[in-house]
């Protein structure tokens, strides 16, 4: 009997997982990649993959349940609780988890529990927990990928070769002067891969040890159908336009550096955006799959989880797009602030930045665009930026620096009144690390992740004021989280706008609407669904004579 055959697009988290699960059922599976390298935007990650009730958890004695977790998804969606659909919720949940424990059972991956990291509004929701949702993959050694290593997205954003654990005991994401220097410079050396890149590494070794045809350097240009069913992809690669046959999941990811949809979907200008994954990030599912009558929508360009951000004047390697995310706003001795000076929210919260940034004014314009990122010689003395280690010179060009606030106010654009202002206010609730105004570092997750631990009262704020003083103007960069995406089913299958199934094309991942969770968002569940609905598709595809309905 001949194998049913799949094609999977994308080569990030949700296509390796359908890829490796179709292996592993007896398909005919090929998995098609635009760019010449896997990972896709998971790669680029910090590696945070969220589960509720999960099996690494259990075996740890740590105690989770699928109605705690679908209270707190629902309860993070509450600015408007109506965007998430229960039942795909509860499939997503579910499905997660089984995936999980089954790319471990069949030997794609050894997870690892991010220990002692709270779900973003723990303990203010109900069903959060201090600890137990956040798995990441165990080390891996990129040197058991042979010359396929040389395949790999490597990101540019997290500090690839060291744990969640050290990083923690070091003092956190950006505390770069207390580091193990010499610790990390062995990991590298070794070719450890930790972060969204050892999840993908591992993923991407499981595929190569299967019977996957894998093809790089192949954009997918348009289905196929034989009536109103999918029966394959066109593509076109180096060596020009290739038909592939069978049931097509998209797992191609979100709409970053698609100029049209980001207009239609995000509001942020070209100038104030940008993103941080690989630049074959383009909405690439909603292009194939609107022709046939895939219905796409939409959340509120506020509920996609932007970064602050900026744009290196040149880039560090090749395929470098320059954009890197900042996460030493977040540290003590810095603020943000809009054009008239002012702070605008938590500016340690990038949840909250991007909701605030983004509120339209009378005019109907972004209200607190653009945004600047403020700091004095403290943090660049204790924290650097980027590659700029503590105290070096900042890269060329990105940083402008005086001697007073108002200078540097003048030098940004900023009104000088108003910072001059901000600071003294800031400076004076700093004393105490209470921030009563917008509640800066009263957020567990981000005390955890992205403050100084080494600091107190409060590991993300400290006074801005040691001359000289910086600032740059600051970029709200996409993360691979799309605002729109195509709709689909529990199983994963894209949807019409009269609700009935596309026969033989799926959707998973970022490519797909965001209605599991609606406008709620942690980290880490973009990658946990991507995951669920890969695995779930596949078991669509093979057994789709018994769909399985929400």
Not at 377 to 398: D, I, V
Not at 483 to 492: P, T
Request: proline share 5%; with cysteine; charged share 20%.
């Amino acid at each position: 009997m001949k194998k049913k055959s799949l094609v999977v697009v994308g080569a990030g988290i949700g296509g390796l997982t359908a890829a490796i699960t179709a292996a592993e059922l007896g398909l005919d599976v090929t998995l098609v990649e635009a760019g010449d390298k896997v990972g896709g935007a998971a790669a680029y990650s910090g590696g945070q993959v969220w589960l509720g009730a999960n099996h690494v958890a259990r075996r740890l004695g740590l105690e989770d349940s699928v109605a705690d977790t679908l209270a707190y998804v629902q309860a993070a969606a509450g600015r408007d609780a109506s965007s998430v659909d229960a039942a795909l919720c509860e499939r997503w949940i579910r499905g997660a988890a089984d995936a999980a424990a089954w790319l471990e059972q069949v030997g794609a991956i050894r997870w690892e529990l991010i220990a002692d990291y709270p779900d973003y509004y723990y303990p203010n929701l109900s069903g959060a927990r201090a600890t137990g949702r956040y798995l990441t993959g165990a080390p891996f050694d990129g040197r058991q990928l042979g010359a396929a290593r040389a395949q790999l997205h490597v990101s540019p954003h997290f500090p690839v070769g060291i744990t969640y654990a050290e990083m923690f005991a070091w003092g956190g994401m950006s505390s770069k002067s207390r580091w193990d220097w010499p610790l990390v410079a062995e990991r590298r050396a070794q070719d450890v891969l930790t972060f969204g890149t050892g999840i993908v590494a591992a993923l991407f070794q499981a595929v190569l040890r299967r019977p996957v045809r894998l093809l790089l350097g192949h954009a997918a240009t348009a289905l196929l159908q034989d009536g109103r069913t999918v029966t394959g992809v066109c593509c076109q690669g180096p060596q020009g336009s290739v038909e592939l046959h069978g049931a097509v999941i998209l797992a191609t990811g979100a709409h970053d550096w698609s100029r049209a949809f980001s207009e239609r979907f995000t509001g942020i200008p070209p100038e104030d955006g940008g993103s941080v994954t690989p630049d074959t990030i383009r909405g690439d599912a909603m292009t194939l799959a609107a022709p046939l009558g895939g219905e796409v929508r939409a959340l509120p360009a506020w509920a996609a989880p932007v970064l602050p951000g900026y744009r290196l004047g040149s880039p560090a390697f090749e395929g470098d797009t320059g954009y890197r995310a900042c996460f030493e706003h977040c540290l003590p001795h810095t603020f943000l602030v809009n054009q008239r000076g002012e702070r605008f929210c938590d500016d340690s919260f990038h949840s909250d930045i991007v909701a605030c940034a983004l509120q339209q004014d009378a005019q109907g314009r972004p209200a607190n665009l653009p945004v600047f990122m403020v700091w004095d010689e403290n943090h660049h003395a204790r924290y650097g930026l980027g590659r700029a280690m503590p105290g070096e010179t900042y890269p060329q060009g990105l940083v402008t620096s005086a001697l007073t606030l108002a200078e540097l106010a003048a030098r940004l654009g900023i009104e000088a009144a108003g910072l001059e202002a901000t600071a003294a206010r800031f400076n004076a609730m700093s004393l105490t690390g209470t921030d009563t105004d917008f509640g800066r570092g009263s957020n567990l997750s981000v005390r955890r992740f992205r403050g100084d631990w080494n600091h107190q009262p409060n590991p993300n704020m400290g006074p801005v004021e040691r001359a000289p003083f910086h600032g740059m103007r600051m970029r709200l960069l996409n993360t691979g989280i799309a605002a729109g995406g195509v709709r689909a089913d529990g199983d994963g299958r894209v949807l019409r706008a009269d609700g009935t199934a596309i026969d033989g094309l799926y959707v998973v991942g970022e490519g797909s609407a965001r209605a599991a969770a609606g406008v709620g968002y942690n980290s880490g569940y973009s990658l946990s669904r991507a995951m669920a609905f890969g695995w779930l598709a596949v078991r669509h595809v093979v057994d789709a004579t018994e769909p399985v309905t929400v």
